[in-house]
């Protein structure tokens, strides 16, 4: 309860900060240059004075944020990368030679490789076809708001979920995890099935799969309605079937947004950090840069200078996919 009640007393702080900034900022360059009662140049210099200044007042708070949370600690990243264990001592590309020959390292980059493979093109598929199928009957709605409802949970809470699932008990005894549970009735033995090396990594991935298809969801589902209806109806009229509208008509027309898409889940998956840490830790095989970047900086004794090079790795992995992620967005985005 107190709990709730800080988050509450926080928002509404926050709210009113927001508030009073804005009006208050306001009410200073409206003091400052003045355009009421004065002469017609000089009022008129004025108004142009503080409409130039005035967006700028609105992008401070954010610049000023941007640069504090994002490129300082990029920079000071990049910077200790450079540096030994304390962030101290010059020890120059020492710690890139180390991670390129740490078989954990390779291990996570290894893993990571496959979460790129697999949860951005299952995620994506899944969205794609729940999309159009959810347009084509009556109760669509409800089924999208089902669907989309796993994006309404923490990474950790969908981890805690996935347990339950995945849960392992002895064999003999009464199987909780929902898989277990379907295996032993079919005959089979239980398994502890995210301890096993190599395979633990998908049933891992399911559980981003199963948040980011709501997304991919949504997203496709409002490009497919932006689709005109002319061309399905002459693709109808020259005798096509719904498997060859769909692929060779509806879903050319939207490719650029399934790029996008694509692309945006990937990134989320380059930094995907929560689900492993709350389901393996990193342990039987599982290991991804952004949770073996977080062992090596903060735990262990923590080492600043390796640490920063994972992190460097990553942002390197992200930053072009990420800017080829707007660009992509900004020509949809043109043609309409």
Known sequence: MQQLLAAIVTMAAGVLACCAYFFGTNWILDRIFPSKGLS????SQNLRTSNAIRPWL????ALFALTVYLIYPVLSSVWLSFHDKSGTNFVGFSNYVWMVNDGEFRQSMFNNFLWLLVV???????????AALTDRIWWG??????????MAISFVGAAVIWKFIYDYRAEGQEQIGL???IVTAFGGSPEAWITLPFWNNFFLMAILVWIQTGFAMVILSAALRGISEETIEAAVID???GLQIFFKIMVPQIWGTIAVVWTTITILVLKV???????????WQSQVLANLMFDWMFRGGGDFG???????VIMILVVPIMIWNIRNAAREMEGH
């Open 239 to 241: 005798g096509a079937n």
């Open 273 to 283: 950090f929560d689900i492993v840490l709350a389901m393996t830790n990193g342990q």
């Open 120 to 130: 951005p093109a299952l995620a994506t598929f899944f969205g794609l076809i729940i």
């Open 179 to 181: 898989l277990n549970a």
């Open 306 to 312: 390796r640490g920063a090079a994972i992190a460097v």
């Open 40 to 43: 017609g140049a000089k009022a």
């Open 141 to 150: 709605n409800i089924a999208k708001t089902l669907i989309f409802m796993p």
């Open 58 to 61: 609105f992008l401070g708070p």
